[in-house]
């Protein structure tokens, strides 16, 4: 007959050669049994010598003495019938309080303890490693290795300025956040030092020089070119050089890059930042003020015949032409000698930028100059503070003698430390 058999109960004790007293009054555990008339007064292996009580399914009854027990014997009672059988040597007890175990791996738990199988019985060992017992609950509840608890229960790994932090079996710096830095490599402090400043652009201690004329700055990709000084500006779009142009009296980057100072129908400089009109080409006038449309008023034609640009003209009757004279242009009869009819305008096809060598012929206004009519062919006349230093007619008056490279004249050059002004080399 099997001792396990779902067909009868039995309850299985394992005595140990010694009993334990359960009190000081030598009472012993007593085996829960159905039967009131039979009892055996046992010792359990899960005494707590420090309480004086029984495990579980036991309870504390009889004296030393009352019950005769052979300790070396196994017993297991048929609950049915109320009477002893015998069992094999060292069964464990089927109940709660033991698991009936014949090795370690029956006795895993899912309570991060380390569980062994003792004489048959499941018995806590400790903590399993990175697990720890942190509440008054008997079980090893709390994983280690977080930021909470890291080595031991509450061993918190504290926030660092600019950084995160890690466990790796104790608390750690572990990163800085985007855009900063740990320049002292002094971990208590985080990441103390923020990135994308001149001082410390993309990494500690890189600093960003100022280029020409310009401000340092500093972006993602690195050092680079920051803002232009007032006056300058980057019109070749090459940052390693800085900002290579002046604004300020530079005829062909007047104000801004590219604006050039050749106003229509006269000679300009730039003052400053501003195009400003130096002197109306003959038979043209500045009648409104305004240097961005140059000299806009046209003198000595047949329909507006008047003494200079700006005046009101009158219309010449048939026959007469606008001549000029000495005081202006006048509505006369006919041209005078070494004069040309082109179209009811006296013009000496030698000078007349308008009319040179032939009737309608226009000379072109190049760059920073006016439009010349020697000897009946066009040329140039440079404005007095330009000069055609590279003789190409098809540019105009490329240069500004108001440059250190061409202080006055072509070629004429300031040395360190002297500056261009007025067409002079000047030592600041």
């Not at 890690?166 to 985080?190: K, P, Q």
């Not at 700006?310 to 005078?336: I, M, R, T, Y």
């Not at 062919?377 to 590279?390: E, G, K, Y």
């Not at 240069?399 to 040395?415: I, Q």
Request: net charge negative.
């Amino acid at each position: 007959m099997s001792l396990l058999s779902r067909n009868r109960e039995r309850e299985v004790l394992h005595l140990w050669p010694t009993r334990m007293p359960c009190a000081p009054d030598r009472q012993h555990c007593l085996i829960a049994s159905r039967s009131r008339r039979y009892r055996r007064a046992v010792t359990s292996r899960f005494f707590i010598f420090s309480l004086g009580c029984c495990a579980f399914g036991f309870s504390c009854g009889g004296r030393d003495g009352d019950i005769p027990i052979d300790a070396h014997t196994d017993v297991a009672l048929d609950t049915a019938s109320d009477a002893p059988i015998d069992a094999p040597n060292d069964i464990a007890l089927d109940s709660p309080s033991s698991g009936g175990c014949t090795d370690d791996e029956e006795c895993v738990r899912d309570d991060g303890r380390a569980w062994g199988c003792e004489r048959g019985d499941c018995v806590p060992r400790d903590c399993l490693p990175g697990r720890a017992d942190c509440d008054d609950v008997p079980d090893c509840e709390t994983p280690l290795g977080t930021l909470s608890d890291c080595a031991a229960c509450g061993d918190v790994c504290e926030a660092l300025p600019n950084a995160s932090v890690m466990c790796a079996e104790s608390c750690a710096f572990e990163s800085c956040d985007e855009g900063f830095a740990d320049c002292d490599e002094d971990a208590e402090n985080g990441c103390e030092i923020e990135l994308g400043t001149i001082e410390n652009c993309t990494a500690c201690g890189e600093t960003c020089e100022a280029l020409p004329n310009a401000r340092p700055a500093c972006d993602e990709a690195g050092c680079g070119l920051g803002e232009c000084l007032e006056g300058f500006a980057d019109c070749d779009g090459d940052p390693s050089n800085g900002c290579e142009v002046s604004l300020v009296d530079n005829d062909l980057n007047c104000g801004a890059c590219g604006v050039a100072c050749n106003p229509s129908g006269a000679s300009g400089r730039c003052a400053g930042t501003t195009c400003e009109i130096v002197a109306c080409d003959s038979g043209r006038g500045d009648c409104n003020g305004d240097a961005s449309d140059g000299c806009e008023a046209v003198s000595g034609s047949a329909a507006t015949c008047a003494r200079d640009a700006c005046s009101l003209g009158v219309e010449c009757a048939a026959g007469q032409v606008c001549a000029p004279g000495l005081e202006g242009f006048s509505c006369d009869p006919a041209c005078p000698a070494g004069r040309t009819n082109c179209e009811g305008t006296c013009s000496n096809l030698d000078r007349d930028p308008l009319n040179c060598g032939t009737c309608g012929n226009v000379c072109p206004e190049p760059f920073g100059a006016f439009p010349v009519c020697s000897l009946g062919a066009c040329t140039l006349h440079c404005d007095i503070d330009r000069a055609d230093c590279n003789a190409d007619e098809s540019d105009g008056c490329e240069t500004s003698l108001n440059s250190d490279e061409h202080c006055g004249r072509c070629g004429a050059g300031c040395v360190e430390g002297e500056t261009c002004i007025d067409q002079v080399c000047t030592r600041l």
